[in-house]
């Protein structure tokens, strides 16, 4: 069986601050890991930033603009990159109405993300960004949730979710950077900075989408989720 790495981040994931929360994750064959990661320091190098330096949304400035477009560049061009967001409006969220925890949910949009990924016949590592102390809970709970709903009890298809710091892995950083321009075009009012508004332009471009709305359910490369709780009435 093939196996396959993704990479996952979130945004503004807790239930309090900004409206708008991006969950997304970059994911790709195994066997091209080391290319890829490579290749990300190799476009650092080239844009006078050191390999080893965190590439991330917030850190966008016009002086390393040029770094970020490469970046998005690279994403597009590689054809064993692909991505998968959800966007969500937190107003939106009832979690009483529902009988649900906001943890609860977490779980359930975690899982809204990476089913539609997951084939039955790939082996999947699964990597998350650390964010908190409670990763270790919840990279067991998001495994457990996963395969149950995939009856993978052998662990075929889920090999391993675990944490990593995002300054070690290239690729998770391209997660965070489109999880940016996601997460920026829904806040265009907050977005004063032109370098990320040209950013924000080649990922339409690029991808020949407005970024405001789901697209078909299977776009292979730049994928996005608009998710309403209308969608989860059974689920949520």
Known sequence: MSEFRIYCDESNHLIKGVDFMVLGAVYCPEEKIK???LRIGEIKS???IPKLRESKWVK???SKKQLYLDLIDYFFDNTDLHYRGIVIDKKMLNHKAYNQTHDDWYYKMYFELL???LDPNIIYSIYLD???TRGRHKTKKLKEILSNSF????ETIIKRIQEVRSHEIGILQLTDILNGVLQAVN???DIKSIAKKELIERVRDRSNYSL???TLAKEGKLNIFYWHKSEFHNEC
């Not at 009856?151 to 052998?154: C, G, I, Q, T, V």
């Open 130 to 132: 650390t964010k908190d």
């Open 60 to 62: 966008v400035s016009p």
């Open 115 to 117: 089913s539609k990924i």
């Open 151 to 154: 009856l993978d009890f052998e």
């Open 46 to 48: 080239k844009n006078g």
């Open 35 to 37: 290319e890829i990661n």
């Open 212 to 214: 405001l709305s789901s």
């Open 187 to 189: 806040r265009p009012n």
